[in-house]
């Protein structure tokens, strides 16, 4: 059984990967708190219509006045990339806009926001196994 194909397991996996990625961004930030000119980036956490677009869900249209799609999956999409934000504390001499410890405190909050994610996704498993073991016997 794939566990991707539940929409929790799906759910869990596109945050994670968006966690990843935000890990990394985050990380290069910190490698660039002495480059000069350098400004800190940061990445767009995606919206709950944005996960639910790369989830496999069908809308049943019974009436022709339903909508056969999602409204996020109407709207033109959105880029999804790295931004870098305005910078909120002034930047040093050297034009560098990366405070270190705001930094550290975001990979902080991702890396416990990626631990909820496994326990989530750990919790999800464990239920299907149980349950799966009680059909089978």
Not at 7 to 15: G, Y
Not at 21 to 30: C, G, T
Not at 58 to 77: C, D, G
């Amino acid at each position: 059984m794939d566990l991707n194909n539940l929409s929790v397991f799906n759910m869990a996996n596109v945050n994670m990967k968006y966690l990843t990625e935000r890990q990394k961004v985050l990380a290069s930030n910190v490698a660039n708190a002495n480059t000069p000119g350098y400004l800190a980036k940061d990445i767009e956490k995606p919206s709950f219509s944005q996960f639910m677009e790369k989830i496999p869900l069908r809308l049943n249209v019974t009436n022709e006045k339903h909508f056969a799609l999602l409204p996020s999956q109407m709207a033109a999409e959105k880029s999804n990339g790295v931004y870098t934000p305005k910078p909120t504390a002034a930047l040093t001499i050297d034009g560098n806009g990366v405070i270190l410890e705001d930094q550290l405190n975001e990979v902080s909050k991702t890396k416990s926001e990626y631990n909820r994610m496994l326990t989530i996704y750990g919790k999800y498993k464990d239920l299907l196994s149980v349950a799966n073991t009680k059909i089978n016997a």
